[in-house]
Structure formats: structure tokens, C-alpha cells
């Protein structure tokens, strides 16, 4: 639908003050940035994470005691979906070298580099390969392959934009590896935006210090997703695909040893007993658990499965209290709620707006900075912009891109953003977006080493799953690398432990003693975990 005539009324203030904003930027004039000496209280005055009611302290496992949010703690907190006894561990349906637990892109990045080390893979997703938040990631990845840039920078940059909470040797293993895994992509057919003589085209990325930003217009995720997916499916003979199929708890050995999974097929309701030499868990975020009602950008998977499972077996996490709400997520029209704004719209220019036409901070503050400063204009000062549902925004000014570069700028840089609103007669090369923060990564996880191990001899994780790498808070164009360096490296790390692992009886124990511990501190619950899909029922009617 249309902006109504209330909101075409505020656009006018937006247009009012365009022209002289235009003129400020073109002349270096910014709007100042918040001080550092203020970013602490910035932050525990507006941003979601501090939010004190939004948490409670888990009763159980090896994070027992830490603060979670509470949809978190809802599930972790929840029994075990089946019982030991429902599976027959002698006989397992499928035996493999190294079994891979979901179908974004680093499950696609590990299960390509294990299979070049000659092993068995088998790779078994929620839904269908390439159904995860690397297809809906947009404005770009970061990596310092530039003479004016280098490792060292982005490392600094990311270590800075985290709150200096990152873990050294993964941030480390992410930015050294930045550049070779943009010349892998690139091999592998990734048709990153290039300049006219061929080098690669990059932009800003808040809180950077230097232009590093790969892209492929804004669907830089679907991109490299597309190629990865081609790719896993270009090798079926040693890659093989189970869709619809979450592994639902981990296989044990009895010498502790990580042995494998149960899949849960959700099309029969049967469980299937996986053997596995190694096991990698790449199953993403957990955005649809939507904490605090929040809109989100995530997959319709995206349900934090790797936490439980993980947690089961005694992998601890991290940072599980710190997640990330992008600043510029659609609040309007209704139907594309939660959709993402590509960082990449405020790094070529534009300005986000409050109702009277003010800009109110600067554009390209780190996301957390960002998505706080939006927060206060619309709950504090008033100064949001009120859709016919009820939901509050403010104006991500995109009609200035087109006096900045140049006529169809929009529509050429931006082809899915222009689509998603033109189909609801907005142009936003001629109308701003209304926008506000939405969920839209989990900076925390389970804990991993830079080679990607686990607490559990040979069990492995990478991507979104887990914590460390970006602190608690993640920049722009950092997933994605996550994604493609970790989910490499997993690969490697899995293959070596695999070509030397023996297993020993199997064992499902940990989930009798998981339900055990439920009952000894007195948690009664009806839930079972994990959650797999969400459920939107409780919003109809």
C-alpha cells in the first residue's frame, strides 16, 4: 500500500531540508557523532539488550547462572523433543565421515573443503539447501584487499565496533583470512561489483576506517549463496543433501566423543539415528524466537536449534545476552515488516530523518550506536513517524542518492530494495523508506576455538551458531566473512579429526540426564526443545 496522506504530509519536512543537508555533506559537515566517553550510558538508556525485564538467569547447564534473554531460557529451559529408547543406536540409518547440521553458508563453505579433503559428507537441513539468513543477507562482506587498507585495520575496526569484547585469536583467524576467502568466492563464480577497470568495488561499512566493502548490488548474500549452493550440488557422489531433516539432538560416544546426530524427518515424524566420525553445527540464528516482540530479519529457521543441541552435551556459550538489531529494518508497508535495509543505503549517503525533518544522528554510527538513536527519537523524543498499525519509524531519506550520483542510482545499486517497495506503489528513489531497528543477528554462540573446535572432541561449529569473533556487536559485511572463513576452516578442522577418529559404543545419556536435571530443580514445562519452526498462531485474531 502507498504512504497514507498523513505521512506524504511529513515527507514534505524530509524534502524541505534536503537540499541544505546535500550541500552540508558535500562540504564535509556531518552530524557529529555520539562521544565515546557516552557510548555506555547511550547504549543502557535505549538499546534492547539492556534491558533488565527482557532476561532472567538460566537454572540449568553449563551457562547455569548467566543472564539469557528470556526466549532463550524458554528453551533451553524446555525438554528433549524424544527418549533415548525411541532410536535403535545399533543399527544407524546412515554412517558418514563427517555429518553437517544445516544448509546456509557455512554448512555449504565446510561441506565443500571436507569433501576436497576426500572425506564422506552428509549435510542434513531444517528446510532446503540455501534456505538461511546467508541468501537474505544484502549490503556486502568485508575483507582489507586494498593497498590503502590491510588485516591489521579491520581487525582494529571490528575489535572497536565489538566493545573490545571480541575473542583475539577468532578475530584474528577472521581478518587474516578475509582476502583469500574474497579470491575463493571470486573462483568459485561470485560476480562481485567491479570498477571499470576490473578492481573491486567497495564501500564504507559503519564503524570502518577504510572502504572494504565487497558487494553484488544488494544480494551479496544470495550471491555468494547461489554459487555455494551450486556448488555442494554439483558434487553429489561424496556430498550428500537431506532436506527437511533438523538434527534434533547429538550423538554421543561413551568416551564423550561427539558421534553424530538424530534427524528428525519432518515429513514422516520419524527419527533417524546419523553416525558420524565428525559433526560441524552451522544452523544459523535465532531471530524467530523474536525477543521482545521485535520484527526480525531472519529465516523462517532460524530458531536457535544449534544452541539447544549443542548445550545438551555441555558446550557452554557466550555473549548470549548481546544481540544485534540492524537500525534500518522496514516498519512500513506492513507486509515487508522486518525486511532488511542494506547498510549499504546509509554508506552511499543517505540520512536517516525523524518526522519534522531533522537528521538526528549520524548514518554510519556502529549498528548498536545506530539502532539506539532511532529507539530514543521514537520513544522519548516523540519525533518517530506513526503507521496505520500502530508502529512507530522514522525516514531513511534514499531519494538523496539520486541528486548524489545521478539518476536510476537507486534502482541500480539497490534492484531488490526497489522491488520490494514499488510492488506497494513506493518509489524510494523518490520516497524515503520509514524504518526502525529489527532483530536481526545473534552476536553470541556457542564457544569454539579458531580452528573451530568445541568443548566435545569432534564436534565442530561456524557461522552465526557461534559466539566470540564479534564481540557484542557486529559490523557490517563481518557475517558473511564469518560464514566463509569459519565455515572453512571447520571443514579442515573436521577432516583432520575425522581421518583419525574410532568411535565407541553410542550413547544418547546426555538427554536422560539433561530431563533429569529439569526435574531435580523443580522446572515444570510442557515445552520440548528444539523449537524447529516458529509459531505465528497466537497472533491471529
Given at each position: ?293 521485535f520484527p526480525t530479519t531472519n529465516h523462517y529457521g532460524a530458531t536457535a536449534d544449534g544452541i539447544v543441541i549443542a548445550y545438551r552435551v555441555g558446550v557452554p556459550f557466550r555473549h548470549m545476552d548481546a544481540s544485534q538489531f540492524h537500525p534500518t529494518g522496514v516498519i512500513y508497508p506492513e507486509q515487508n515488516v522486518g525486511l532488511l535495509i542494506t547498510e549499504k543505503v546509509r554508506g552511499a549517503g543517505a540520512q536517516v530523518i525523524n518526522k519534522d525533518g531533522e537528521q538526528f544522528v549520524y548514518p554510519l554510527e556502529p549498528r548498536d550506536m545506530e539502532s539506539s538513536a532511532i529507539i530514543r527519537e521514537c520513544r522519548e523524543r516523540g519525533k518517530g513517524v506513526k503507521t496505520p498499525t500502530g508502529r512507530m519509524g522514522v525516514w531513511l531519506d534514499s531519494p538523496m542518492l539520486e541528486i548524489l550520483h545521478g539518476d536510476g542510482f537507486v534502482q541500480k545499486n539497490f534492484p531488490a530494495k526497489y522491488r520490494q517497495f514499488i510492488r506497494y506503489n513506493i518509489d524510494v528513489s523518490k520516497e524515503p523508506m520509514l524504518i526502525f531497528p529489527t532483530l536481526h543477528y545473534q552476536n553470541g554462540g556457542v564457544v569454539i576455538t579458531s ?91
Amino acid at each position: 500500500m502507498p504512504y497514507t496522506d498523513y505521512m506524504k504530509e511529513l515527507i514534505k519536512k524530509v524534502e524541505a531540508t534536503r537540499s541544505q543537508r546535500i550541500a552540508d555533506s558535500k562540504a564535509g559537515k556531518h552530524h557529529p557523532r555520539i562521544p565515546a566517553s557516552e557510548v555506555n550510558s547511550f547504549l543502557k538508556k535505549y538499546h534492547p539488550d539492556y534491558m533488565e525485564e527482557s532476561k532472567r538467569k538460566l537454572k540449568i547447564g553449563p551457562n547455569k547462572g548467566d543472564v539469557v534473554p528470556n526466549e532463550l531460557a524458554d528453551i533451553l529451559e524446555a525438554g528433549c523433543m524424544l527418549e533415548p529408547d525411541q532410536v535403535n543406536l545399533a543399527n544407524p540409518d546412515y554412517e558418514t565421515d563427517v555429518l553437517i547440521i544445516g544448509g546456509g553458508g557455512a554448512a555449504s563453505c565446510a561441506a565443500l573443503i571436507s569433501q576436497e579433503q576426500g572425506l564422506r559428507v552428509i549435510m542434513t537441513t531444517k528446510l532446503r539447501l540455501g534456505d538461511a539468513n546467508t541468501m537474505m543477507a544484502e549490503g556486502g562482506i568485508q575483507a582489507a584487499d586494498k593497498p590503502i587498507d590491510s588485516p591489521t585495520r579491520h581487525y582494529l575496526d571490528t575489535m572497536g565496533g565489538g566493545h573490545f569484547s571480541n575473542d583475539p585469536e577468532l578475530l584474528e583467524a577472521l581478518t587474516s583470512d578475509a582476502p583469500k576467502s574474497i579470491e575463493w568466492l571470486e573462483k568459485l563464480g561470485v560476480m562481485f561489483d567491479k570498477e571499470e577497470d576490473g578492481s573491486m568495488y567497495v564501500l564504507h561499512g559503519g564503524g570502518t576506517s577504510r572502504k572494504r566493502m565487497h558487494s553484488a548490488g544488494d544480494m551479496t548474500g544470495a550471491a555468494i549463496m547461489r554459487v555455494l549452493r551450486d556448488e555442494v550440488r554439483n558434487r553429489p557422489d561424496a556430498i550428500r543433501v537431506i532436506e527437511f531433516s533438523p538434527v534434533v539432538e547429538l550423538l554421543m560416544d561413551e568416551d564423550g566423543k561427539c558421534a553424530g546426530g538424530i534427524m528428525y524427518n519432518m515429513e514422516t515424524g520419524k527419527y533417524l539415528v546419523v553416525k558420524a566420525r565428525a559433526t560441524i553445527v552451522a544452523t544459523g540464528g535465532f531471530g524467530r524466537l523474536h525477543l521482545q516482540n521485535f520484527p526480525t530479519t531472519n529465516h523462517y529457521g532460524a530458531t536457535a536449534d544449534g544452541i539447544v543441541i549443542a548445550y545438551r552435551v555441555g558446550v557452554p556459550f557466550r555473549h548470549m545476552d548481546a544481540s544485534q538489531f540492524h537500525p534500518t529494518g522496514v516498519i512500513y508497508p506492513e507486509q515487508n515488516v522486518g525486511l532488511l535495509i542494506t547498510e549499504k543505503v546509509r554508506g552511499a549517503g543517505a540520512q536517516v530523518i525523524n518526522k519534522d525533518g531533522e537528521q538526528f544522528v549520524y548514518p554510519l554510527e556502529p549498528r548498536d550506536m545506530e539502532s539506539s538513536a532511532i529507539i530514543r527519537e521514537c520513544r522519548e523524543r516523540g519525533k518517530g513517524v506513526k503507521t496505520p498499525t500502530g508502529r512507530m519509524g522514522v525516514w531513511l531519506d534514499s531519494p538523496m542518492l539520486e541528486i548524489l550520483h545521478g539518476d536510476g542510482f537507486v534502482q541500480k545499486n539497490f534492484p531488490a530494495k526497489y522491488r520490494q517497495f514499488i510492488r506497494y506503489n513506493i518509489d524510494v528513489s523518490k520516497e524515503p523508506m520509514l524504518i526502525f531497528p529489527t532483530l536481526h543477528y545473534q552476536n553470541g554462540g556457542v564457544v569454539i576455538t579458531s580452528d573451530t573446535a568445541t568443548k566435545v572432541p569432534g564436534l565442530f561449529a561456524a557461522g552465526e551458531v557461534t559466539g566470540g569473533v564479534h564481540g557484542r556487536n557486529r559490523l557490517m559485511g563481518n557475517s558473511l566473512l564469518d560464514v566463509v572463513v569459519f565455515g572453512r576452516r571447520s571443514g579442515f578442522s573436521a577432516s583432520r579429526f575425522a581421518k583419525e577418529a574410532t568411535l565407541k559404543k553410542l550413547t544418547l545419556a546426555h538427554i536422560s540426564e539433561y530431563n533429569a536435571e529439569l526435574k531435580k530443580i523443580g522446572i515444570k514445562t510442557d515445552r520440548t526443545a528444539p523449537l524447529l519452526l516458529p509459531d505465528y498462531r497466537w497472533q491471529i485474531g
